[in-house]
């Protein structure tokens, strides 16, 4: 049975930091991209970053999250990984991650996780 398991939300101050875990289960993580999303209250669901399987390439969706977040991933703890850093307010969210059977694709996730939520007080 397929499974990804967010870990790692909470409350968090402004200019804090967390870090996010992704725990797979039932598939093999090396052939999956892992992709992080968000969504925050009363908007839609929006791609954060991705890391690749083949060469562990990354990708940051916006602009605002780039030299703030850092996607990695560990196939060895089948467990992929976000840190946020310098947290905003407006990173208040769900956060999800999901898995996808070939390179990156925000609109081609094949599996998904439940959500984790972030708040983020200023």
């Known amino acids: 049975q397929v499974q990804l398991v967010e870990f790692g939300g909470n409350l968090v101050q402004s200019g804090g930091s967390l870090r996010l875990s992704c725990v797979t289960s039932?598939?093999?993580?090396?052939?999956?991209?892992i992709g992080w999303f968000r969504q925050a209250p009363g908007k839609e669901r929006e791609g954060v970053s991705c890391?690749?399987?083949?060469?562990?390439?990354?990708?940051y969706a916006e602009d605002s999250v780039k030299g703030r977040f850092t996607i990695s991933r560990d196939n060895a703890k089948n467990t992929v990984y976000l840190q946020m850093n310098s947290l905003k307010p407006e990173d208040t969210a769900v956060y999800y991650c999901?898995?996808?059977?070939?390179?990156?694709?925000?609109?081609?996730?094949?599996?998904w996780g439940k959500g984790t939520l972030v708040t983020v007080s200023s």
């Open positions: 999901a898995a996808d059977r070939g390179l990156c694709d925000f609109d081609g996730m094949d599996y």
């Open positions: 039932g598939f093999t993580l090396d052939y999956y991209a």
């Open positions: 890391i690749n399987n083949s060469d562990g390439s990354t990708y």
